[in-house]
């Protein structure tokens, strides 16, 4: 008894001490992002009105906004485990909505780059699959008291095999989703300022790399909150000069040009849903949260965010840039949500090697230099390794759909599994063994077009739903195991020095 008061205690002294340094904290970031944003815009506003040469103009936009991103990156390195891996579970459901809506935008971005006719998408299979992603699947992982879905997919299955294999199927995922982040972030960059592929490449994988490598979660979920609201701003500015100029009727027809939208085979749409609703870059920012209801109220923050971004997307959808400060702005607009993609795979292919969370105080304690020290590392190496993914990818849309595609075939099914009650790994390693055996008989069979996105897709879920029925056969057969739900180590952890 006495033991378990002082834990209680501990962990009231662990709350109120987090609460004061959010409240301090979410006041410095707000306010360093909000003027940062404005002082950009008036110096290109000014710049154009002094008579600026039109090349520096428009450069500045995409330019600001990495160094922006860079340096609000370096401003909330984390000092201690705790800030680094979960940001204190202390941010704010409104920001962590915030954060959570810039991946979802860059990867609307990429995904609509993927077709000419973006009509002809599985649009509708994405939406649902956005919807239950932040709604349902996020809280659900953080009830889980993760920092990440690999401490879900070790939790849940504690053996060397699965650990093993889930840490190479994130790194491939990981890697490929911020491949086609950076890939979209550098052909901004060389449109705005006119580099070459590579130097584009090695600015954007710069900017990637520092903002995401001194605070880990922290800095993921700060810096991806700011894009959004720079986005949200700048697109609010492009709609109230539109409607000034006479053309705001335009808006009004929105909605029924969305209703208008064709949509694309069932087994597409099925496929895009699923692979979404369970992809590891829309669950981050809600590990930063105080409760799994707080990650709900950021979800509902993340579709309201994205209902405007749409809305005013959708009227501004082919609008003429009619001065260099338009495309100044536009470049930022489009530069900033790609890079949140690729910070959400790069995380995760950090923090690959996940956390038995049964069993992990003692480990956190004693090696939290270490592993801040290996997730740095890892992020560094992932960040070149994307770089020369992205460099060598034909279009940045192919390693997004690769991405999806070995989510969805090997880790989706697992996933699913890691919801039910029990700690073996036999129905993991079954559904893994049999989602393999059906992807290489799929490709034998000539079943799942490579060389086409959707249909890999298709492949895809086809082989995740083989794994799936394998394990959930296993599962039947099997005994449960100990069930053990893992108390929050994040919370509880003792004092660290600073790093």
């Not at 649009?123 to 889980?144: K, N």
């Not at 995760?348 to 590392?377: F, K, T």
Request: proline content about 6%; some cysteine; charged content about 10%.
């Amino acid at each position: 008894m006495r033991r378990g008061w002082r834990a209680q205690t501990r962990s009231r002294r662990w709350a109120i001490s987090s609460l004061a340094e959010a409240g301090e904290g979410v006041g410095f970031k707000a306010a360093f992002a909000a003027a940062a944003f404005v002082f950009v815009v008036v110096a290109i506003l000014a710049l154009e009105r002094v008579g600026a040469p039109d090349p520096l103009v428009v450069a500045l936009g995409p330019l600001a906004g990495l160094i922006a991103v860079a340096g609000l990156g370096v401003l909330t390195r984390a000092k201690t485990l705790l800030d680094f891996l979960v940001a204190r579970r202390a941010v704010p459901p409104f920001y962590a909505g915030l954060a959570l809506a810039a991946p979802i935008g860059g990867f609307a971005l990429a995904f609509a780059g993927a077709e000419d006719d973006a009509s002809r998408l599985p649009w509708r299979g994405v939406a649902a699959g956005i919807v239950f992603a932040v709604l349902v699947g996020a809280p659900r992982w953080r009830a889980a008291q993760a920092s990440a879905l690999a401490d879900v997919l070790t939790t849940r299955f504690p053996s060397a095999f699965t650990r093993a294999a889930f840490a190479l199927i994130l790194c491939a995922c990981g890697w490929s989703l911020a491949a086609s982040g950076l890939g979209y972030a550098a052909l901004t960059v060389r449109a705005s300022l006119g580099f070459g592929p590579d130097a584009a490449i090695a600015v954007c994988t710069a900017a990637l790399a520092l903002s995401l490598a001194p605070g880990g979660l922290r800095s993921l979920v700060w810096t991806d909150a700011a894009s959004t609201a720079a986005g949200l701003m700048t697109m609010a500015l492009f709609v109230a000069l539109f409607a000034a100029g006479g053309d705001a009727d335009r808006l009004d027809s929105v909605a029924q040009a969305l209703g208008r939208l064709p949509g694309a085979p069932l087994v597409e749409e099925l496929a895009a849903g699923a692979a979404v609703a369970s992809l590891f870059a829309f669950a981050s920012p809600a590990f930063a949260v105080a409760s799994p209801g707080a990650a709900r109220r950021a979800g509902l923050t993340a579709l309201l965010v994205l209902a405007a971004g749409g809305a005013a997307a959708a009227a501004l959808g082919d609008l003429t840039m009619k001065s260099p400060s338009d495309s100044a702005l536009a470049g930022l607009v489009a530069c900033l949500p790609a890079l949140a993609l690729a910070r959400g795979g790069l995380y995760a292919a950090s923090r690959a090697i996940g956390l038995d969370l049964v069993s992990a105080h003692q480990r956190l304690a004693v090696l939290a230099s270490r592993r801040m020290a290996s997730v740095r590392g890892g992020v560094l190496f992932g960040a070149g390794v994307a770089a020369f993914g992205a460099r060598l990818s034909p279009h940045p849309a192919a390693p997004l759909y690769l991405a999806l595609s070995l989510w969805l075939a090997f880790a989706a099914p697992s996933l699913a599994l890691a919801a039910l009650p029990g700690r073996k790994a036999a129905p993991a390693i079954a559904a893994l063994t049999a989602s393999v055996a059906a992807a290489f008989a799929g490709r034998w069979l000539g079943f799942g077009n490579p060389s086409y996105g959707p249909d890999l897709m298709v492949g895809a879920l086809g082989a995740g739903m083989v794994g799936l029925a394998a394990g959930l056969f296993v599962f039947a057969l099997a005994p449960l195991g100990t069930v053990a739900r893992p108390a929050d180590p994040f919370v509880e952890l003792p004092g660290e020095p600073g790093v």
